[in-house]
């Protein structure tokens, strides 16, 4: 579970608000100023919720005498037709709030959603799920924050904190050796990861020691063939099972002993959770 929410969370409702809001909300000026209002969001089907800071700071944002009161918190299972939250205050702040509430709403509890399904297909299995660097621009870290809602493991945050040696990266270093050994040598006390394509490939990695081996795209077969070698040389490295991961598969790879799944699905595939804002008019 999340331990607090990304540091840039203020900088992303800021941004969310200003490209919806612009010079005014224009429609939201036709209601009285001092008009009150209440209402409940619901959610329409099962989900795991996600984005309430998000939405706290929205409607702090635009008026701090707007009270919400949640039935649920991040990271928690909501059933269809359940109140999420309950809402009261100045009509304008809270009409003006409610699209960009829901839409970080709807996001991060799809992304959470989604994760959990993931997590669950493995339970029993010492297998992680991990995100990937497949997200939406400018909202990473909210939708990585989402993935540890719904029980998985964030993969590296960016370029800057895990070495990923890839396909390429191997090219200009001429071998699985040398670009692990510049990688050592130019980004010291930081994790170092390769991605192989064979068990060849493996065979190479293994032998210069990296922190972590891609397995991309490999059958089951090879997985255990590759989970099998890393224990004979001593679990050199930690694998992670990678490529197009679908849920009704990720059970069967978790079972080669793979110590990690990335799925790039879970925030690349975003389906989102059907949300309704429901309004009182003339109550405080």
């Not at 050199?236 to 799944?261: F, K």
Request: a negative charge; hydrophobic letters at 45%; glycine letters at 8%.
């Amino acid at each position: 579970m999340p331990t607090s929410p990304p540091a840039d969370l203020d900088a992303q409702v800021d941004a969310a608000l200003r490209e919806d809001i612009g010079s005014g909300d224009v429609t939201a000026a036709l209601v009285p100023a001092a008009q009150q209002v209440r209402g409940r969001l619901v959610t329409r089907e099962d989900a795991i919720l996600c984005g309430r800071p998000w939405a706290e700071a929205i409607f702090t944002r635009l008026d701090p005498q707007v009270r919400m009161t949640w039935r649920a918190a991040d990271g928690e299972p909501v059933t269809a037709g359940a109140v999420v939250f309950e809402i009261a205050g100045p009509a304008r702040a809270i009409l003006t709030g409610e699209r960009t509430a829901l839409n970080f709403l709807q996001l991060l509890s799809a992304t959470a959603t989604v994760t959990r399904r993931f997590v669950d297909a493995v339970a029993g299995t010492e297998c992680r799920i991990l995100d990937t660097r497949k997200t939406l621009p400018g909202l990473r870290s909210a939708q990585k924050y989402a993935v540890r809602c719904g029980g998985g493991d964030n993969h590296r945050m960016g370029l800057y904190d895990r070495v990923l040696i890839k396909e390429n990266h191997i090219a200009a270093a001429g071998s699985i050796a040398g670009a692990i050994a510049t990688a050592r040598r130019t980004a010291p006390g930081i994790a170092v990861e390769v991605e192989v394509e064979s068990l060849a490939e493996l065979e190479q990695a293994l032998a210069a020691a990296p922190d972590i081996i891609m397995l991309d795209d490999f059958s089951l077969e090879d997985m255990r063939a590759a989970v099998a070698r890393n224990r004979a040389a001593g679990r050199r490295a930690r694998l992670e099972a990678s490529g197009s991961v679908a849920l009704e598969a990720v059970r069967a790879i978790a079972e080669t002993g793979v110590d990690y799944v990335s799925v790039g699905s879970l925030t690349k595939h975003v389906h989102a959770i059907d949300l309704s804002m429901r309004l009182e008019f003339g109550a405080g």
